[in-house]
């Protein structure tokens, strides 16, 4: 195309590309919106002096999240861009529900904030990217982290970028309770099944710089098994 073309010219030809396409194509590319008042839109909008002001205003806070966004770089590269890189339910940069920049400063924000309790009206791929940074960094996430004496069993998912292999022990050097998991790929998932007596445990990794979790068990709590399940 050449230098003298105009610059909306190419996005008034995509344009009618995409709606013939539509039109009379096998493949719809888009979709129609009829608005009455479309032609009193200019191409071109003036920038809204109110908004400008007060962007502005806020520039170094900005800044301060765009450089904690910056700190969680090679984790965000981490996260694939298809579908096919990043299956469900992992989140993906490729896709039309949260805009990439929103993404990544929710992530960012979760990562370092570290929230006990994330509230979201409505779910969605906003969900897979907090979801993915709450399980991501360097420590064992575990949820509850209390709970009463008897069977339990451990869902793990290693979100970390190498093999684990996961150990819930007694807390202390004493004696008590050590079970582990064999090795679990990256991005895999495995079980734990342990039976714990009142007491402190904590739950680890085997990469050193994995920060543990500390597990409180309380008192043996009653048995379910036999009972009808109650809604």
């Known amino acids: 195309m050449s230098s003298n073309t105009p610059p909306d010219f190419g996005r008034r030809l995509r344009r009618w590309r995409l709606g013939l396409a539509t039109l009379f194509g096998r493949q719809p590319k888009g979709f129609f919106i009829p608005c009455s008042y479309a032609d009193e839109v200019p191409d071109t909008l003036l920038p809204y002096a109110g908004h400008e002001a007060l962007f502005r205003s806020?520039?170094?806070?900005?800044?301060?999240?765009?450089?904690?966004?910056?700190?969680?770089?090679?984790?965000?590269?981490?996260?694939?861009?298809?579908?096919r890189?990043?299956?469900?339910?992992?989140?993906?940069?490729?896709?039309?529900?949260?805009?990439?920049?929103?993404?990544?400063?929710?992530?960012?924000?979760?990562?370092?904030?570290?929230p006990a309790r994330i509230v979201e009206v409505g779910?969605?791929?906003?969900t897979r990217f907090m979801v993915r940074?709450?399980?991501?960094?360097?420590?064992?996430?575990?949820?509850?982290?209390?709970?009463?004496?008897?069977?339990?069993?451990?869902?793990?998912?290693?979100?970390?970028?190498a093999a684990q292999t996961v150990t819930f022990e007694?807390?202390?050097?004493?004696g008590g309770i050590q079970r582990s998991t064999s090795e679990i790929a990256t991005r895999s998932t495995a079980q734990l099944k342990v039976d714990p007596p009142e007491g402190t445990y904590t739950l680890s990794a085997s990469s050193g710089d994995i920060r543990p979790a500390a597990i409180r068990v309380g008192a043996r709590r009653p048995s379910a098994q036999n009972e009808l399940l109650q809604p």
């Open 58 to 83: 806020c520039e170094s806070v900005f800044r301060a999240v765009l450089d904690v966004v910056d700190s969680y770089r090679d984790a965000l590269l981490a996260i694939g861009a298809t579908e």
């Open 133 to 161: 940074a709450a399980i991501d960094g360097d420590r064992v996430r575990v949820s509850p982290v209390r709970f009463g004496a008897g069977p339990v069993v451990f869902i793990i998912s290693n979100q970390s970028g």
């Open 123 to 126: 779910s969605g791929h906003s």
């Open 170 to 174: 007694t807390d202390g050097n004493g």
């Open 85 to 114: 890189e990043s299956p469900p339910p992992q989140p993906r940069w490729n896709q039309g529900w949260f805009a990439r920049l929103d993404a990544a400063v929710a992530y960012s924000m979760v990562r370092a904030r570290q």
